[in-house]
Antibody, heavy 118, light 110 residues
């Protein structure tokens, strides 16, 4: 069965970076995009961007351009999302999701809480 | 891109139908048949309920249906059940390999 398993919770200071991993199993990793979505406490979902896993092409939300980098390791079927220059408003649960070419997300990771606090 | 517009809340009694709207523009909802809907219970990851406007993934009850007219997509839950109480989000393709999310609707079963 398809599974996306994310790394554990992180606590970071303002200005630091965080790298969250998302290990996929149960399907051919390079046949689907991986998207990243975050959710601040009590708020809605926010799309961060996605990576096309077979060639590494990325598309980032305009708001995060320059601070976010998405990568993959196809040998381990793992996707990574790195966010730099963290601010308090980056505190959120970060989800990875499998993205179909028809622009929907059919499987989601369990979420990773990133807390930014001094 | 601007977020899609959803009502902050909706409600209905058990067994009754309820519809949640998702309004965009001709460059997202109105321009493509790539609208999807997600259900999110507190503390849980979102779950795909509808894709490509009106298609239902395997395992999603048939009381959930989707439609679109112009720049507005809709999710209808017919025959509300207690477990349908959750937050619902719409997502639309917006061109140039971008997607745009709705702000979410909290559905309450009275």
């Amino acid at each position: 069965q398809v599974q996306l398993v994310q790394s554990g919770a992180e606590v970071k200071k303002p200005g630091a970076s965080v790298k969250v991993s998302c290990k996929a199993s149960g399907y051919t990793f390079t046949s689907y995009r991986i998207s990243w979505v975050r959710q601040a406490p009590g708020q809605g979902l926010e799309w961060m961007g996605w990576i096309t896993t077979y060639n590494g092409n990325t598309n980032y939300a305009q708001k995060l351009q320059g601070r976010v980098t998405m990568t993959t390791d196809t040998s381990t079927s793992t996707a990574y999302m790195e966010l730099r220059s963290l601010r308090s408003d980056d505190t959120a649960v970060y989800y990875c999701a499998r993205g179909d070419q028809r622009y929907y997300f059919d499987y989601w990771g369990q979420g990773t809480l990133v807390t930014v606090s001094s | 891109q601007s977020a899609l517009t959803q009502p902050p809340s909706a409600s209905g009694s058990p067994g009754q139908p309820v519809t949640i709207s998702c309004t965009g523009t001709s460059t997202d909802v109105g321009g493509y048949n790539y609208v999807s809907w997600y259900q999110q219970h507190p503390g849980k990851a979102p779950k795909l309920m509808i894709y490509e406007v009106s298609k239902r993934p395997s395992g999603v009850p048939d009381r959930f249906s989707g439609s679109k007219s112009g720049n507005t997509a809709s999710l209808t839950v017919s025959g509300l059940q207690a477990e349908d109480e959750a937050d619902y989000y719409c997502i639309s393709y917006a061109g140039s390999n971008n997607v745009v999310f709705g702000g979410g609707t909290k559905l309450t079963v009275l």
